[in-house]
């Protein structure tokens, strides 16, 4: 009879596989005092403690169509909130807890994020508080559409994981493995795959926006576009491929007025190239309403300047 050989782990497999459960676990408690779980009239989902002081930073959609909640957090605490802020089309809001000396996780950068990192999903699917996943980034870049009323915006540079999320995650913190807080957990768009806001720059800009007025200014143009090839003669002599075509423009909108035409190619704005339409609702912030903005549009086989005076997008 052939003698059976039993393979036993190595001390190294062993060793790795402590590194892994040490680093999940660290980030697990120095992270899950700062998650709380949210209750609002229409259901709920989870928050992070941005500021000792009791602003919380959550996803847009859980606390739609609310002033207000309760927090409960994992020191026993259960406390109530108020909504200083929402912008539905970034999906992030901030909350205010009645409440002191809470516990502010670290803000980190997503822009530093590798694919197959490491990171750590803690919220509170289903209302099992405190609930923690581990997996990789498996994407970046990703593209999360929103909505806001008749407005349609993409969220930029979108992360997905395979951590676990489920209802409830909504709002929970995305981690590094130093317990950093990379993304806000937003959506789950299938079996292990799940969608996080990032925190970068431009998500901070918001939450510092949302924290002192209650809102993110956006400015308006009143056009619709999508990505085109410029033609050959135009590429060689701006020296890149494309720009943002311009499908429809409303009438009466600061693009009408400007004289835009649906035809044009927008290649710039206020010399800055531009080629999709991310990287044009980038560029429309608040500090462009109501100011002159250089649109540089190819035109059949011309290049022109228009001035666009943008107006506010109304929430």
Request: aromatic share 2%.
């Amino acid at each position: 009879m052939a003698e059976l050989l039993f393979i036993s782990h190595t001390d190294d497999e062993e060793d790795a596989l402590d590194a892994y459960s040490r680093t999940v676990t660290a980030v697990a408690e120095r992270l899950t005092p700062s998650v709380a779980n949210l209750r609002v009239r229409r259901g709920g989902g989870s928050g992070v403690v941005i500021t000792p002081d009791g602003f919380l930073l959550t996803s847009a959609h859980v606390v739609a169509r609310s002033r207000g909640g309760n927090a409960s957090f994992a020191d026993g605490r259960d406390l109530s909130f108020e909504v200083v802020g929402a912008d539905p089309l970034s999906d992030l809001a901030v909350l205010r807890v009645q409440g002191e000396a809470l516990t502010a996780a670290e803000l980190g950068d997503a822009d530093t994020l590798r694919v197959g990192q490491l990171v750590v999903a803690i919220g509170n699917p289903h209302g099992f508080a405190g609930s923690v996943t581990a997996g990789v980034v498996s994407a970046l870049g990703r593209s999360l559409p929103t909505r806001s009323g008749a407005n349609v915006r993409l969220v930029d540079n979108v992360i997905q994981t395979d951590a676990a999320l489920n209802p409830g995650n909504s709002g929970g913190a995305l981690a590094d493995g130093r317990g950093r807080v990379v993304g806000i957990n937003t959506a789950v768009a299938g079996i292990g795959l799940g969608l996080a806001v990032p925190i970068d720059a431009a998500t901070r800009r918001i939450v510092g926006s949302l924290m002192t007025e209650g809102r993110f200014r956006r400015a308006y143009l009143g056009i619709g576009g999508q990505q085109r090839p410029l033609p050959p003669r135009l590429a060689r002599m701006l020296g890149r491929g494309g720009g943002v075509e311009i499908g429809q423009v409303v009438d009466d909108a600061p693009a009408a007025r400007a004289g835009l035409r649906p035809g044009d190619i927008v290649v710039a704005v206020d010399g800055t190239p531009i080629e999709t339409m991310s990287e044009l609702q980038r560029l429309l912030v608040g500090e462009t309403i109501g100011t002159a903005v250089a649109f540089t549009v190819a035109r059949v086989d011309r290049i022109l300047d228009v001035d666009v005076v943008p107006l506010e997008l109304a929430a």
